[in-house]
C-alpha cells in the first residue's frame, strides 16, 4: 500500500492482463457477522484484509468469537452461538457502516434479551452519518438504544435488559439505506421465537444488497420469507447454523475500475478481471450493463470477466443508478472520455457515504476541467479535451481516489496530457489495499512520461540513501546502478575473467542473472546483497564501469528499471547518459574528509574493522578513476542541481530535493499542491 501524502500518476496510455480482486467488503463483514453469531467453527476463505474488515473483526474478539488465521489459508471463526460472552463493551467501528450498522441491531437484540451494555463508536465521519431510521426500528422492537451525540447519529450505547414487542411488523425505512434493513435481517434470528414480520417504509433502495443478505442467511440456515420488497419474514425457530465453510466472491464495486480500464484503455489484449461473474450474488456486478452500454466490449464468464475497448470515445449515458450506487462513481469518470454529456440518476445515497459523493466527485472532476452539473440526487459529466493537471481531494474515501485513477488516462483523448495527483491515497485500504499495484500491473505508459530522478555524485557521498528516502517520500522505485557495476566485477571474478578485458567482462554484464527482492539482490540463487557493499566490490565495479562496452551491456538493464509510479536512481551518470531526459537531476557531494568518516562509520557499524585515512585515500583514487575515464565518466550533467550535503542531516537534503521535485512538477499553486 502506498502509504505517502500523494501519489502522482503520469499519463496513462494502455491496460492490458489479469487482475484478482480483494474479497467483497460488503459480503465478508456480513459473513464475519453471521459465523460470529453461530455455534461452531466457519472457515471463512478469501476475507477481504482491510481497514472495514479490520473494526469487524476487532469487535467480534472483543465480543468472544475465537479467530485463528490458519496459515496462508482461511480464517476460523467460533462464534458465540447466540449467546453473549460479555455484558459490556466499547466497540470502535472506524468508518465500517457495514460494521456500525449490523452490530448495533444485533447488539440490541443481545442486550434486551440477556443484559449488557454496549458502545458502538468511530471516525467523525461515521457520527455524521445518519442512523436514525435503525435507532427508531429498533426502539420500536423494544430496545434501549442511546444516541450519545446527536440524536439519529452514533456514537450509540445499547443497553438492557428490556421487553421485546415482537408481534407487531417492525418497521424500517428503505430509501435512505439498504442497510438498515439488512442489520434487521441479520439480527432478528437472534429472537425469532415467533414469525417476526418486517415491513420497509418506503420505496427500497439498493434492492441487490438485500438479495445478498438474503442468499448468505440462507447459507446459515435462516430462509427469509419476502413478499415483493415490502415485507420480509424471519420464521419462527431461525438459528444461525454453520456452513462449515463459505468462500467469499471478489468484490463486484471494486471491479468496475477495472471494468471501466479495459473500457478506456485495453485496444489490444483484454483486462481478465477474476473473482466476480455471472454467477455472483453482488448486484455490483451490473456495472459491466453500464459499461457495455459506453461501448465496452465484455466477456462474462460464471466467476470472471473480461473487458475490452469497443466505441471510442465512449458513448454518453444517462441511466438510473440506484442498482450500482457504489460502481457507479466510475461512470462519472468514465463521462470524461464519452462523446457527450452523462447523466447519473437516483443516486441520492451517494449523499451519506463515507463522504458527500456527488460534492466530492463535482468538485474534483472540475478541477480536471470537467464542466459538471449536479442535483439532489443526480450528476451530470461533460465529456473533457482540454485537462488540467489536479491534486485529486479523496476525502477519505477509498472509491473516490480509485475511481479518479482512471483520469491519468487523458492522453488518449488530448495532445496535452497531463499526470494526476491523488492525494492521501492509503485510504483506499478501507476495501482495496493494494489497489495502485494491482493498477500497475496491468497499465502502461510512454517510458517518456514515468518521471526519474537522477542522484549521481561521489562515492559515499550519500547518494543511495538520499535516493531511498526521496523513493519512499514518492513511492517510487530505486535504481542502485552501482550494484549493477558492482554484481559485474563480483560474477567476472567468479567466472575467472580478468577486469580489464573488456569484451570479457562486457559478455559477462550481458548475461548477469540478476533480482532485487525486498531490499536484497540476487545473482542466480545466491543472495549477493552484503558481498555486493564489500570495499573489495566497490573497487572492482570502479575498474569494469571504465570500459564502453560493458556500459553499453547494462544500459538497457538500467531503462528497464523506468516503471510507474516512478524512478529514483543513483549512480555516476544517470542523469548525464542514461536518463538525460529526467525532469530532476541532482548532482550530490560531499568533502572528501566527510565521506571518508561517513564511510567509517558505515563499515564499523557492520563490525568491519577500517581506518579513515586509508578509507579518504580508496575513496579518491575511486573517484579520479571514475572522473577520469573516457566512458561517461563521473560528472554533473549540465542541468543538474547541486547539493553539497557536507553540513546536512538526511532529512535536510530530502526536504530540499522534495522541494525541487515539487517545482519541477505541473501541480503548482495552492489549489493544487498538497
Ligand atoms: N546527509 C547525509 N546524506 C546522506 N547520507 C548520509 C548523510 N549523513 C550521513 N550519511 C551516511 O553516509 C553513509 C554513506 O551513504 P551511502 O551509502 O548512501 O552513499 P553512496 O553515495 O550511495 O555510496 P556508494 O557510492 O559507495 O554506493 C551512510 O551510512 C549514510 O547513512
Ligand atoms: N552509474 C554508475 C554507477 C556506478 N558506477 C561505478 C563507479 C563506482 O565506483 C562503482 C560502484 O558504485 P557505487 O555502488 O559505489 O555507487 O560503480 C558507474 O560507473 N556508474
Redesign the pocket.
Known amino acids: 500500500m502506498f502509504k505517502i501524502p500523494f501519489l502522482d500518476l503520469p499519463p496513462l496510455r494502455a491496460a492490458a492482463g489479469t487482475v484478482r480482486l480483494p474479497g467483497s467488503k460488503s459480503i465478508s463483514n456480513r459473513v464475519l457477522l453471521l459465523a460470529g453469531l453461530s455455534e461452531g467453527q466457519t472457515l471463512v476463505h478469501d476475507l477481504l484484509d482491510s481497514d472495514d474488515t479490520a473494526v469487524m473483526l476487532a469487535s467480534l474478539k472483543q465480543l468472544g468469537c475465537v479467530l485463528e488465521q490458519v496459515e496462508g489459508g482461511p480464517l476460523k471463526v467460533t462464534g458465540i452461538g447466540a449467546k453473549l460472552q460479555t455484558n459490556a463493551a466499547k466497540l470502535f467501528l472506524g468508518n465500517a457502516g457495514t460494521a456500525m450498522r449490523p452490530l448495533t441491531a444485533a447488539l440490541a437484540l443481545l442486550a434486551a434479551t440477556q443484559g449488557g451494555e454496549f458502545e458502538l463508536s468511530g471516525v467523525a465521519r461515521m457520527h455524521e452519518r445518519p442512523i436514525g431510521d435503525l435507532v427508531d426500528a429498533l426502539r420500536g422492537l423494544g430496545c434501549e438504544v442511546a444516541c450519545l451525540g446527536n440524536e439519529g447519529y452514533p456514537p450509540l450505547r445499547l443497553s438492557g435488559p428490556s421487553e421485546l414487542k415482537l408481534s407487531e411488523p417492525v418497521r424500517v425505512r428503505g430509501d435512505v439505506s439498504s442497510q438498515f434493513l439488512t442489520a434487521l435481517l441479520l439480527a432478528l434470528p437472534l429472537v425469532a421465537e415467533q414469525d417476526i414480520h418486517i415491513d420497509v417504509v418506503g420505496e427500497l433502495i439498493s434492492k441487490p444488497y438485500i438479495h445478498i443478505t438474503l442468499e448468505l442467511l440462507k447459507r446459515f440456515g435462516i430462509e427469509v420469507k419476502r413478499e415483493g420488497w415490502q415485507r420480509f419474514t424471519i420464521p419462527a425457530g431461525s438459528r444461525y447454523r454453520s456452513p462449515g465453510e463459505i468462500h467469499v466472491e471478489g468484490d463486484a464495486s471494486s471491479a468496475s475500475y477495472f471494468v471501466a480500464l479495459g473500457a478506456i484503455a485495453a485496444t489490444g489484449q483484454p483486462i481478465r478481471i477474476e473473482g466476480v461473474g455471472s454467477a455472483s450474488l453482488q448486484g455490483d456486478v451490473r456495472f459491466v450493463e453500464a459499461a457495455e452500454a459506453m461501448g465496452a466490449v465484455v466477456r462474462a464468464e460464471a466467476n470472471a470477466v473480461e473487458v475490452k475497448r469497443g466505441a471510442w470515445p465512449l458513448r454518453a449515458l444517462d441511466l438510473d443508478c440506484n442498482h450500482i450506487p457504489d460502481a457507479a462513481m466510475t461512470l462519472a469518470v468514465m463521462a470524461l472520455y464519452a462523446d457527450g454529456p452523462s447523466t447519473l440518476r437516483n443516486i441520492a445515497s451517494w449523499r451519506v457515504k463515507e463522504t458527500d459523493r456527488i460534492v466530492a466527485m463535482a468538485t474534483e472532476l472540475r478541477k480536471l476541467g470537467a464542466q459538471v452539473e449536479e442535483g439532489p440526487d443526480w450528476l451530470r459529466v461533460h465529456p473533457l479535451r482540454d485537462w488540467q493537471p489536479a491534486a485529486i481531494h479523496t476525502y477519505d474515501d477509498h472509491r473516490v481516489a480509485m475511481c479518479f485513477s482512471l483520469a491519468a488516462f487523458n492522453g488518449l483523448v488530448t495532445a496535452s496530457p497531463v499526470p494526476v495527483r491523488i492525494l492521501e491515497p492509503q485510504c483506499v485500504a478501507k476495501t482495496f489495499p493494494d489497489y495502485f499495484e494491482t493498477l500497475f500491473e496491468v497499465v502502461s505508459a510512454r517510458p517518456e512520461d514515468i518521471p526519474v530522478i537522477t542522484i549521481?555524485g561521489p562515492?559515499?557521498s550519500g547518494?543511495?540513501t538520499l535516493a531511498d528516502v526521496v523513493a519512499h517520500e514518492l513511492g517510487y522505485i530505486v535504481l542502485?546502478?552501482?550494484?549493477?557495476?558492482?554484481a559485474t566485477?563480483l560474477a567476472a571474478r567468479r567466472a575467472g575473467v580478468e577486469l580489464d578485458e573488456a569484451e570479457a567482462v562486457a559478455a559477462i554484464a550481458a548475461k548477469l542473472d540478476l533480482h532485487f527482492a525486498k531490499g536484497r539482490v540476487w545473482l542466480g540463487d545466491e543472495d549477493i546483497t552484503d558481498a555486493?557493499?564489500e570495499e573489495a566490490?566497490?573497487?572492482a565495479?570502479?575498474q569494469?564501469?571504465?570500459h564502453a562496452p560493458v556500459?553499453a551491456a547494462l544500459n538497457q538493464l538500467?531503462l528497464d528499471f523506468r516503471c510507474l509510479p516512478g524512478l529514483v536512481?543513483?549512480?555516476?551518470?544517470?542523469g548525464s547518459?542514461?536518463f538525460p531526459d529526467a525532469p530532476l537531476k541532482v548532482f550530490l557531494t560531499a568533502s572528501a574528509a566527510t565521506r571518508a568518516e561517513r564511510r567509517h562509520k558505515q563499515l564499523i557499524s557492520k563490525g568491519i574493522p577500517a581506518n579513515i585515512a586509508g578509507l579518504r585515500e580508496d575513496l579518491e583514487a575511486?573517484?579520479a578513476?571514475?572522473k577520469g575515464?573516457t566512458?561517461?565518466p563521473?560528472q554533473a550533467a549540465a542541468d543538474a542541481r547541486r547539493l553539497d550535503n557536507s553540513a546536512q542531516t538526511i532529512e535536510e537534503s530530502r526536504d530540499l530535493v522534495l522541494s525541487w521535485w515539487a517545482e519541477a512538477r505541473p501541480f503548482k499553486g495552492s489549489a493544487l499542491s498538497h
Open positions: 549521481d562515492t559515499a547518494k543511495g542502485d546502478s552501482g550494484a549493477l557495476y558492482r566485477g555486493l557493499r566490490s566497490g573497487l565495479a570502479s569494469v564501469a571504465a556500459r538500467q536512481a543513483d549512480g555516476r551518470d544517470m547518459m542514461v575511486r573517484d578513476r571514475d575515464r566512458a561517461s563521473l
